[in-house]
DNA sequence: TCAAAACTGCTATAATATAACACTCCCAAA
DNA sequence: TTTGGGAGTGTTATATTATAGCAGTTTTGA
């Protein structure tokens, strides 16, 4: 993400916290910056690295509350494979999160579907299990890395 | 899974091992058997915390070894979201795993679709993206735990 | 203006996972 | 039959990821 739509998110997730009566903090907007302004999903500690330098030594809480309150508003998913967070640009929650996710490059791009799959949303009811969240990820090589 | 299906697997197993020429080793066998005889995800500590009443004061890596080869002969999945694993009962190797986990009880169904969803297919090919593997974790409550 | 809620900073520690190296076991080729 | 190499183990140490708990600060709203 360029620094000019890094800029523009900031404004969007400021509105929203506004508006929600939440707090958008100089912590929460570093981690934000931080974030967005990377090409791929980023680590926790990749996070509080670049933290250190926009604060004085911060410690692992400081980036995993902010990770942890985006995530909860939506503005934010944790890439479970590799242990990693990238910026949702969805202005909306969804229940499910997908990516997919190059091997080569590290970068993860995100498909927005709303609904589970068909064959999956059939499976759950044939189980008679109610879904409260899903996520895919989908490993690979992206096209860049196909055609270098 | 009981121990009758459990003691099969076992057979199948090291059958599996001796015709690629594989060695199906004491600490692969007691890992087998922990994580068929749970009836739910189960993580390498706990995993090695069982070891530890069958071996003498085992120690992670040997949790892990074991897991890493049943994992890559399709024996086991690894749960991102729970970091946990279980046994896979398909007997072929695939390239996607799916799994409905129950956030009140723990367990585990596994549901074996052969192939991604299309939704997700599209996307792919939408990206020119090259599918290497993939995964679906879908969080809800079981049928047992919605009717208790 | 003050109480409550939201948030931060910090210490400490939990939980998960792997690198590296010496040693053993087993098979198969000489 | 020995011997060499690959597969596997045992162990130490350490890396990586994540959270609990508590004291203090900021913000808000009654």
Not at 14 to 23: D, N, S
Not at 84 to 98: L, M, N, P, T
Not at 109 to 131: K, N, Q, Y
């Amino acid at each position: 993400m360029n620094k000019q739509d890094v800029k523009k998110l900031v404004q969007v997730v400021e509105a929203y916290c506004t508006k929600e009566g939440m707090r958008f903090t100089d912590p929460r907007r570093h981690v934000l910056e931080i974030v967005a302004a990377s090409d791929k999903p980023i680590g926790a500690y990749d996070i509080l690295a670049r933290l250190g330098e926009r604060l004085d030594n911060p410690k692992p809480p400081t980036a995993y509350r902010a990770i942890e309150f985006f995530e909860q508003h939506g503005f934010m998913h944790r890439i479970e494979s590799l242990n990693a967070y990238v910026i949702c640009y969805a202005d909306h929650r969804h229940e499910g999160s997908q990516f997919m996710i190059c091997d080569v490059c590290g970068k993860a791009i995100e498909t927005h579907l709303c609904h589970l799959p068909a064959d999956l949303m059939a499976r759950t009811r044939a189980e008679g299990f109610v879904v409260s969240g899903w996520s895919a990820e989908i490993h690979g090589r992206c096209r860049d890395c196909l055609n270098p």
